[in-house]
């Protein structure tokens, strides 16, 4: 029915920022609120799927019927949602994951000579969407983009980069929708087509963009 059409598939979204810790008392992070991932966990519940939500530090309460998992960093939620993605037919990545973590975690509050220009050393994290894409099996995997500039081309790159099947991608910095907004608008790209969702709430584009996924599933692996 209109109202199922995720049943019987296990669903993993990543939401929320993640935290780098530099010290006791200081982090890396960004902006994201969480709750456009939190929207689709609330609707792929809704429409029958079986969900698993890790999730970074946000202020949202905890959608009922899913399984949440709580991390800070990205190599906490890489670890999570790596596991998680095993037995998954779905991933969504719409967690905004630090790209950088500090090499080391002082023990002590650094003073303020120790966090000037070139102090902190930073490595990479690892590309949880991208290694979740290259699982096998792997599940049907969907990436975010949030893009100030040349939305499509950056969306695309990501696209073919990160051997997506998908990827939704939002404009940030502007006078509506991105971060923190309730809502939002997105253009979604897959390998042979694309499907502008036009501004509306969180909870309306989760559940049109769960619709596409689960469109876009049965077109490649038709029953
Ligand atoms: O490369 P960029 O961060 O813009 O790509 C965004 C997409 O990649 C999102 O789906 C995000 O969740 C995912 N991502 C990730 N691990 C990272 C960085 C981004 O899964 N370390």
């Not at 970074?56 to 999570?80: F, R, S, W, Y």
């Not at 991208?130 to 792997?138: Q, T």
């Amino acid at each position: 029915s209109a109202g199922s059409y995720l049943a019987g598939l296990k669903l993993v979204v990543s939401a929320g920022p993640t935290r780098e810790p530099l010290d006791p008392v200081r982090f890396i992070s960004n902006r994201s609120s969480g709750k456009m991932g939190y929207a689709l966990a609330r609707a792929a519940v809704a429409a029958g799927a079986d969900v698993t939500l890790v999730s970074g530090p946000v202020h949202l309460p905890v959608p009922a019927g899913a399984e949440v998992i709580k991390v800070e960093t990205a190599l906490q939620m890489h670890a999570a949602v790596l596991n998680a993605c095993r037995s998954a037919d779905v991933y969504i990545g719409a967690a905004a994951v630090a790209d950088y973590r500090a090499k080391q975690v002082a023990e002590h509050k650094l003073k303020k000579g120790e966090t000037g220009a070139g102090m902190i050393q930073l490595e990479k994290n690892p590309d949880i969407v991208a290694e979740v894409a290259a699982l096998h099996p792997k599940p049907w995997v969907v990436g975010f983009a949030a893009e100030t500039d040349d939305l499509e081309n950056y969306a695309l790159g990501k696209l073919r980069s990160k051997n997506l099947d998908m990827i939704a991608a939002n404009w940030v910095g502007r006078a509506e929708g991105g971060f923190d907004s309730e809502r939002n608008a997105l253009q979604v790209f897959w390998r042979d087509g694309r499907k502008t969702l036009e501004m509306a709430d969180k909870t309306s584009l989760a559940v049109q963009l769960l619709q596409l996924i689960a469109e876009r599933m049965h077109e490649k692996n038709p029953i």
